[in-house]
């Protein structure tokens, strides 16, 4: 599925191919447990770019959508080096984005980590709380889904 969205069965997804670097590690050649949040951030980027409703156009319609919740758990460690996948799937975007994460080792196929994020959408300036996503981030979710299938 390399660079494509593909519809599943629950929503939209997209994997986005990342590699634990010097940088990401901890003294024991290990992925600091922290780092996996950027690991997530890297593939919810790519999957909102990918869905055509990204940071920028977040932005640009004047909305933001602060992380409300974070879930995580971690099954082995990725080591300095190793390459992964981060499967980034959209399951709810009609009252808040929620997105459900799968790490895979690249060499050996297990996960590494399973994820959920759920963000809520903000009006600005007013810094009003919305209940419900805007319509243009819907709208591009439901048209992607209905071309893809």
């Not at 909305?63 to 080096?81: D, G, W």
Request: glycine content about 4%; overall charge neutral.
């Amino acid at each position: 599925m390399e660079n494509e969205l593909e519809v599943v069965k629950n929503g939209i997804s997209f994997e986005t191919k990342i590699r634990a670097e010097f940088y990401d590690v901890d003294s024991m050649n290990i992925v600091y447990h922290g780092n996996y949040v950027k690991f997530l951030e890297v593939a919810r980027c790519n999957l909102l770019e990918k869905i055509g409703y990204g940071y920028n156009d977040m932005i640009a319609t004047k909305f933001m959508f602060p992380v409300t919740t974070l879930n995580l758990k971690y099954i082995r460690s990725l080591q300095f080096e190793e390459e992964a996948i981060v499967k980034a799937t959209l399951v709810e975007w009609e009252n808040r984005i929620r997105i459900k994460y799968e790490i895979r080792s690249l060499k050996t196929g297990q996960i590494v980590t399973k994820a959920e994020t759920t963000q809520m959408a903000v009006k600005m300036p007013e810094n009003e709380t919305l209940f419900v996503c805007p319509k243009i981030f819907t709208e591009k979710v439901e048209r992607l889904k209905s071309a893809i299938n």
